[in-house]
C-alpha cells in the first residue's frame, strides 16, 4: 500500500486500479501482464509508475499506457518503493529461502544492493527523518535498515524486542522517527527512537497486523485481520491519549482485511478488502462499499495507493491497475452525456466502431495533444485496452470530451473530463459503462461536448450538477442547444456535424475552400497528388470515422464537408456554436 500526494492507488491480483476518493467509481490503467498480480505501487519524481508483482517489476512512463518489466523476471515483489532522499528505487524479492534487497537509480536498470542483508521475505520499506531506510522482513531479523539501502544492518528478532520468527508486514514512520511495525501474528510494534534497535510491543495478538499509516496528527492507524476469520478492522493508536481507539462500527462481515491507506482529512480511512475498498469519510462511523468500475469476481485488493498527482490507485487480483476519476478530497458532479457523431451514426439509432474493430483507438485521450482547453483535473485519461473488447451497442466509437462552462459566463470552462462515447450514444467513464464523474463542486453549469473532428455543441440553459447522475441528452430534439443549428437533425435524432478536419482554434469552423480549410487535409493526409489514393488509421482527416482516410469515390471524407455547409456553395462556412 502506498500513498503520495497524488492520489490513492490499490494493487490487486488482477492489476492496479484507481480511485475516485469522494466519487463511486474506480477506472483501471491499462493492464500490465494478464498474470502479473500487482501487489505493491510507488511513484517516481518524473510521473514513472512501478508495480511490483508475482513476475517481477513492470514501469510505465505514460500514465499506464504501455509497462516494461524491467527487473527480477519471475520473482515475487511484495515492495517497491521510491527512496527521495538518496534519489533511487528500492524492491525486494520474496521466496522464503533468502530474499534480496535490490536497488535502482533509474526504475529500469536493476542492481544486487544486499550487503548485510538478512532476511526470508521483504515486505516493506520506510524512510526516517534522519536519512535512514528501513526494511520490514522476516524471521531472523524482522526490521533492517540503511543509511543508503545499499548496506544493512539490525539484530535479531529476539534482541530488537520481537518475537522469534516475526514477520514485518507493514511500515510507517512518525515524525519523532519512530517506526511503526506491523507483523504477521504478533500484532503491532513501536521502535523506541529513531535507530531501530529496539522495540516495544503496542498491541495486538494473533490474527495479522497487515499494514499501518499514521495520519497528520501523528496517529497510528492499523489494519488489523482476525485470526482464523475472514473479518478485520481498522484501528486507531490515539498519540494524545497513548491508547487504541475502536471504530465506531466495525467495517461488514467478511470483508477480509488486506491493506489501508489515508485519504487527506483525519475522518477519512479507506481500506482495501477481500471484497473491494471501503471508505468511511467519519472516523470509522460509518463505511461505504467502493467497488463501482471494478470487474465482478476481482474485487481482492492488494495495495492502495494516494499518487503524487492527487489521484487514488488501486490493485486487483485479476483486474489491473485503476485510477479515480478526480482527485482524492475534491468536490465532484456526475453527468450522463448522450450524442451522436454525424460520421459514423448509421442513420437510425447506432454509431458504426469500425475505429475499435481496427483496434485503432489509442490508449491516451488525443485532445491535449490536438490543443483543446483542458481545465480542472481533465487531460491525461487513459483507457484499458480491455474495455475496448465490448462489442455491440455498449461497444467504444471513440473519445469526446466534456466540459462544464461557467453559469455567469459560458465562454469559461471550469473543468473537462476527457470520456469514452458508446454506439448507442451514451458517453460513459474509463471503465467502459459508468457515469461520467468530472471533479467540480455540485451547482449549475453550462455542459458541452466535443470530438476531434466534429462541431462541438453546448446546453442553452445550465444544468444543475450534483453526485447523483444527471442526464444530458443532445440527441434528442428536446435538449434545447446554445446558437443556431448547433447541431445537425438526421431522422428523428440530432447529431453533431461532421467535417471539422482543420482544428480552427477555440472554436472551429467548416470550410470547404480557402485557407486552413478541411478538405485540403484530407488530399495531404493521402499524399497530396493522387486523389484516388486512400490511407488507414486514426486521423482527424477520417470524417466518416472508417478507419480510412479517403478524398474521392463512394464514401469519401471530402464529400460531407461540402454538404455541411449547404452543398452547393463552396465557399460557404459552418461555425461552432459554442460562445
Same mark, same amino acid.
Given at each position: 500500500?502506498?500513498?503520495?500526494?497524488?492520489?490513492?492507488?490499490?494493487?490487486?491480483?488482477?492489476?492496479?486500479?484507481?480511485?475516485?476518493?469522494?466519487?463511486?467509481?474506480?477506472?483501471?490503467?491499462?493492464? /500490465?501482464?494478464?498474470?502479473?498480480?500487482?501487489?505493491?505501487?510507488?511513484?517516481?519524481?518524473?510521473?514513472?509508475?512501478?508495480?511490483?508483482?508475482?513476475?517481477?517489476?513492470?514501469?510505465?512512463?505514460?500514465?499506464?499506457? *504501455?509497462?516494461?518489466?524491467?527487473?527480477?523476471?519471475?520473482?515475487?515483489?511484495?515492495?517497491?518503493?521510491?527512496?527521495?532522499?538518496?534519489?533511487?528505487?528500492?524492491?525486494?524479492?520474496?521466496?522464503?529461502?533468502?530474499?534480496?534487497?535490490?536497488?535502482?537509480?533509474?526504475?529500469?536498470?536493476?542492481?544486487?544492493?544486499?550487503?548485510?542483508?538478512?532476511?526470508?521475505?521483504?515486505?516493506?520499506?520506510?524512510?526516517?527523518?534522519?536519512?535512514?531506510? $528501513?526494511?520490514?522482513?522476516?524471521?531472523?531479523?524482522?526490521?533492517?535498515?540503511?543509511?543508503? !539501502?545499499?548496506?544493512?544492518?539490525?539484530?535479531?528478532?529476539?534482541?530488537?524486542?520481537?518475537?522469534?520468527? *516475526?514477520?514485518?508486514?507493514? /511500515? %510507517?514512520?512518525?515524525?519523532?522517527?519512530?517506526?511503526?511495525?506491523?507483523?504477521?501474528?504478533?500484532?503491532?510494534?513501536?521502535?523506541?527512537?529513531?535507530?531501530?534497535?529496539?522495540?516495544?510491543?503496542?498491541?495486538?495478538?494473533?490474527?495479522?497486523?497487515?499494514?499501518?499509516? $499514521?495520519?497528520?496528527?501523528?496517529?497510528?492507524?492499523?489494519?488489523?485481520?482476525?485470526?482464523?476469520?475472514?473479518?478485520?478492522?481498522?484501528?486507531?493508536?490515539?498519540?494524545?491519549?497513548?491508547?487504541?481507539?475502536?471504530?465506531?462500527?466495525?467495517?461488514?462481515?467478511?470483508?477480509? /482485511?488486506?491493506?489501508?491507506?489515508?485519504?487527506?482529512?483525519?475522518?477519512?480511512?479507506?481500506?482495501?478488502?477481500?471484497?473491494?475498498?471501503?471508505?468511511?469519510?467519519?472516523?470509522?462511523?460509518?463505511?461505504?462499499?467502493?467497488?463501482?468500475?471494478?470487474?465482478?469476481?476481482?474485487?481482492?485488493?492488494?495495495?492502495?495507493?494516494?499518487?503524487?498527482?492527487?489521484?487514488?490507485?488501486?490493485?486487483?487480483?485479476?483486474?489491473?491497475?485503476?485510477?479515480?476519476?478526480?482527485?482524492?478530497?475534491?468536490?465532484?458532479?456526475?453527468?450522463?452525456?448522450?450524442?451522436?457523431?454525424?460520421?459514423?451514426?448509421?442513420?437510425?439509432?447506432?454509431?458504426?466502431?469500425?475505429?475499435?474493430?481496427?483496434?485503432?483507438?489509442?490508449?491516451?485521450?488525443?485532445?491535449?495533444?490536438?490543443?483543446?482547453?483542458?481545465?480542472?483535473?481533465?487531460?491525461?485519461?487513459?483507457?484499458?485496452?480491455?474495455?475496448?473488447?465490448?462489442?455491440?451497442?455498449?461497444? $467504444?466509437?471513440?473519445?469526446?470530451?466534456?466540459?462544464?462552462?461557467?453559469?455567469?459566463?459560458?465562454?469559461?470552462?471550469?473543468?473537462?473530463?476527457?470520456?469514452?462515447?458508446?454506439?448507442?450514444?451514451?458517453?460513459?467513464?474509463?471503465?467502459?459503462?459508468?457515469?461520467?464523474?468530472?471533479?467540480?463542486?455540485? !451547482?449549475?453549469?453550462?455542459?458541452?461536448?466535443?470530438?476531434?473532428?466534429?462541431?462541438?455543441?453546448?446546453?442553452?440553459?445550465?444544468?444543475?450538477?450534483?453526485?447523483?447522475?444527471? *442526464?444530458?441528452?443532445?440527441?434528442?430534439?428536446?435538449?434545447?442547444?446554445?446558437?443556431?443549428?448547433?447541431?445537425?437533425?438526421?431522422?428523428?435524432?440530432?447529431?453533431?456535424?461532421?467535417?471539422?478536419?482543420?482544428?480552427?482554434?477555440?472554436?472551429?469552423?467548416?470550410?470547404?475552400?480557402?485557407?486552413?480549410?478541411?478538405?485540403?487535409?484530407?488530399?495531404?493526409?493521402?499524399?497530396?497528388?493522387?486523389?484516388? %489514393?486512400?490511407?488507414?488509421?486514426?486521423?482527424?482527416?477520417?470524417?466518416?470515422?472508417?478507419?480510412?482516410?479517403?478524398?474521392?469515390?463512394?464514401?469519401?471524407?471530402?464529400?460531407?464537408?461540402?454538404?455541411?455547409?449547404?452543398?452547393?456553395?463552396?465557399?460557404?462556412?459552418?461555425?461552432?456554436?459554442?460562445?
Amino acid at each position: 500500500c502506498a500513498s503520495t500526494a497524488a492520489g490513492l492507488f490499490t494493487a490487486t491480483r488482477a492489476g492496479v486500479f484507481k480511485w475516485d476518493g469522494n466519487a463511486n467509481a474506480w477506472s483501471m490503467l491499462p493492464a /500490465l501482464r494478464s498474470m502479473a498480480t500487482p501487489l505493491a505501487i510507488t511513484f517516481g519524481p518524473n510521473g514513472e509508475i512501478l508495480a511490483g508483482t508475482l513476475h517481477g517489476v513492470y514501469r510505465t512512463a505514460d500514465d499506464g499506457a *504501455t509497462w516494461t518489466q524491467v527487473a527480477l523476471g519471475e520473482n515475487a515483489i511484495l515492495a517497491v518503493s521510491y527512496d527521495a532522499l538518496h534519489n533511487q528505487y528500492l524492491s525486494g524479492t520474496n521466496n522464503n529461502t533468502a530474499s534480496e534487497s535490490w536497488r535502482s537509480t533509474n526504475g529500469i536498470n536493476w542492481s544486487l544492493a544486499n550487503n548485510g542483508f538478512v532476511s526470508l521475505r521483504v515486505c516493506d520499506y520506510a524512510y526516517t527523518p534522519d536519512g535512514r531506510v $528501513i526494511c520490514g522482513t522476516g524471521w531472523q531479523r524482522p526490521v533492517s535498515y540503511s543509511t543508503d !539501502g545499499i548496506s544493512w544492518s539490525g539484530g535479531s528478532a529476539i534482541s530488537m524486542g520481537f518475537s522469534s520468527g *516475526t514477520i514485518s508486514l507493514g /511500515l %510507517a514512520v512518525d515524525n519523532a522517527g519512530r517506526i511503526w511495525s506491523t507483523t504477521e501474528s504478533q500484532g503491532v510494534y513501536r521502535s523506541d527512537d529513531a535507530v531501530p534497535t529496539h522495540f516495544t510491543h503496542m498491541g495486538f495478538s494473533g490474527g495479522n497486523a497487515v499494514d499501518v499509516r $499514521i495520519t497528520p496528527q501523528q496517529d497510528a492507524i492499523v489494519a488489523h485481520s482476525l485470526a482464523g476469520v475472514a473479518d478485520g478492522n481498522l484501528y486507531r493508536w490515539r498519540n494524545s491519549t497513548n491508547s487504541w481507539v475502536v471504530p465506531n462500527n466495525l467495517l461488514p462481515a467478511g470483508t477480509g /482485511l488486506i491493506d489501508c491507506a489515508l485519504a487527506t482529512s483525519n475522518k477519512d480511512l479507506l481500506a482495501g478488502t477481500q471484497n473491494g475498498c471501503y471508505m468511511s469519510a467519519d472516523t470509522g462511523a460509518t463505511w461505504t462499499q467502493r467497488i463501482t468500475g471494478f470487474r465482478a469476481g476481482n474485487r481482492i485488493v492488494q495495495s492502495l495507493e494516494k499518487g503524487p498527482d492527487g489521484f487514488l490507485y488501486a490493485g486487483v487480483a485479476g483486474g489491473g491497475l485503476f485510477r479515480s476519476a478526480v482527485p482524492v478530497g475534491s468536490s465532484f458532479v456526475s453527468v450522463n452525456v448522450k450524442v451522436f457523431l454525424e460520421g459514423p451514426f448509421d442513420g437510425i439509432a447506432l454509431m458504426s466502431d469500425a475505429l475499435r474493430t481496427q483496434d485503432m483507438i489509442p490508449s491516451l485521450e488525443p485532445f491535449t495533444a490536438a490543443g483543446f482547453t483542458q481545465a480542472g483535473s481533465g487531460g491525461g485519461e487513459v483507457l484499458s485496452r480491455s474495455v475496448l473488447a465490448v462489442s455491440g451497442a455498449d461497444a $467504444i466509437v471513440d473519445w469526446v470530451q466534456l466540459e462544464l462552462r461557467s453559469s455567469a459566463s459560458p465562454a469559461t470552462v471550469l473543468a473537462t473530463r476527457n470520456a469514452l462515447l458508446q454506439r448507442d450514444g451514451d458517453v460513459v467513464e474509463l471503465d467502459g459503462v459508468s457515469p461520467v464523474i468530472i471533479a467540480a463542486a455540485p !451547482g449549475s453549469y453550462y455542459v458541452a461536448v466535443r470530438h476531434r473532428n466534429h462541431l462541438g455543441a453546448m446546453t442553452a440553459t445550465t444544468v444543475a450538477l450534483g453526485t447523483t447522475p444527471v *442526464t444530458v441528452d443532445f440527441r434528442s430534439t428536446s435538449t434545447i442547444t446554445f446558437g443556431v443549428a448547433a447541431q445537425k437533425q438526421v431522422g428523428s435524432n440530432l447529431v453533431l456535424w461532421a467535417g471539422n478536419a482543420f482544428r480552427d482554434g477555440s472554436i472551429s469552423q467548416l470550410k470547404y475552400t480557402g485557407a486552413n480549410n478541411d478538405r485540403d487535409l484530407i488530399l495531404v493526409r493521402i499524399g497530396g497528388t493522387v486523389p484516388t %489514393a486512400t490511407t488507414s488509421g486514426y486521423f482527424t482527416e477520417d470524417v466518416t470515422m472508417n478507419g480510412q482516410v479517403k478524398y474521392t469515390g463512394a464514401n469519401n471524407d471530402r464529400d460531407p464537408i461540402l454538404v455541411n455547409i449547404g452543398g452547393t456553395v463552396p465557399t460557404n462556412t459552418r461555425s461552432e456554436q459554442l460562445p
